[in-house]
């Protein structure tokens, strides 16, 4: 139903900055809430930051609040994560999923209510 790309990643070092991109397309992509993921190795795929489909409700991880800021530009179907101070622990492999669910009302942090994945973008921060 719908095709997700990520594109910014990089190799950074501590307490540089990143912005990400998530280009959308398929019907109607304004009408859904979007999140991004990461996976470090080893590790499971954990919620980041979600932005609803109205663009007006902004969600974090405690581990990137303050830090790292998500937006949306529905003309161009595209969804951005700003990354500031970034730190080691913040390498992985970062992907952006639509929720399976639209015009939800409020928002999903489980992996299971996200139907479409990008093929994940990644972010290397060396200290």
């Known amino acids: 139903q719908f095709q997700l790309v990520e594109s910014g990643g990089g190799l950074v070092q501590a307490g540089d900055s990143l912005r990400l991109s998530c280009a959308a397309s398929g019907r109607f992509v304004s009408g859904y809430g979007i999140s991004w993921f990461r996976q470090a190795p080893g590790k499971e795929r954990e919620f980041v930051a979600h932005i609803t489909w109205t663009g007006t409700g902004r969600y974090y991880a405690d581990s990137v609040k303050d830090r790292f800021a998500i937006s949306r530009d529905n003309a161009k179907n595209t969804v951005y994560l700003q990354m500031n101070s970034l730190k080691s622990e913040d390498t992985a492999i970062y992907y952006c999923?639509?929720?399976?669910?639209?015009?939800?009302?409020?928002?999903?942090?489980?992996?299971?209510?996200?139907?479409?994945w990008g093929q994940g973008t990644q972010v290397t921060v060396s200290s």
């Open positions: 999923a639509i929720d399976r669910i639209q015009f939800r009302s409020g928002y999903a942090r489980s992996v299971s209510e996200y139907d479409s």
